[in-house]
T-cell receptor, first 113, second 117 residues
């Protein structure tokens, strides 16, 4: 089945450590996104990529980094510079262009302990 | 900059009653509009979308939404809710030149729907 897979579903990190969240899609979509979700805040865009080897900062990119070496994969690294990393992270992809919507993975809940 | 406002943080509806969730958007050009639903701890599922044409759009699970350009609104409706409709609902706007892709969507803060038996 085509879709977006995020792993792990739950992740715990000690303060000061970097951690990488995985996102893989087999929908052959060009565009991929990372959103952060906090209670009562909706979804906020962290980074997006419209094509391999290219990505752009979203609204809240500070403390995060990404790579896009393959079309199928768009991992997100939460660095120690992110002051409040505990959140629910959602990855999405889109075929891009007119008339398309974003498809979402099941999310990763990151907790800093 | 584009923005989405969902005025109601929580809404409580009795099972079998009708539902309307409000969404207002701000966008300088023709918007592409979406409603997504999220169950606890899960990703988002698309309910319906508006790009052009008929301003009343039908979605999955018996939902519909009406685009009103004069009011900058895209309200979601359902004639009779079921207990399984309890979830978080998000309205989102995307740039017309890229649909729902490319630069990403701008989301409202969500409306939490509670169903009373």
């Amino acid at each position: 089945d085509g879709g977006i897979t995020q792993s792990p579903k739950y992740l715990f990190r000690k303060e000061g450590q970097n951690v990488t969240l995985s996102c893989e899609q087999n929908l052959n979509h060009d565009a991929m996104y990372w959103y952060r979700q906090d209670p009562g805040q909706g979804l906020r865009l962290i980074y997006y990529s419209q094509i391999v080897n290219d990505f752009q900062k979203g609204d809240i990119a500070e403390g995060y980094s990404v790579s896009r070496e393959k079309k199928e994969s768009f991992p997100l690294t939460v660095t120690s510079a992110q002051k409040n990393p505990t959140a629910f992270y959602l990855c999405a992809s889109s075929g891009g262009g007119l008339g398309t919507e974003a498809f979402f993975g099941q999310g990763t809940r990151l907790t800093v302990v | 900059a584009q923005s989405v406002t969902q005025p109601d943080i929580h809404i409580t509806v009795s099972e079998g009653a009708s539902l309307e969730l409000r969404c207002n958007y701000s966008y300088g050009a023709t918007p592409y509009l979406f409603w997504y639903v999220q169950s606890p701890g899960q990703g988002l599922q698309l309910l319906l979308k508006y790009f052009s044409g008929d301003t009343l759009v039908q979605g999955i699970k018996g939902f519909e939404a009406e685009f009103k350009r004069s009011q900058s609104s895209f309200n979601l409706r359902k004639p009779s809710v079921h207990w399984s409709d309890a979830a978080e609902y998000f309205c989102a706007v995307g740039a017309a030149y890229s649909g729902g892709g490319a630069d990403g969507l701008t989301f409202g803060k969500g409306t939490h729907l509670i169903i009373q038996p």
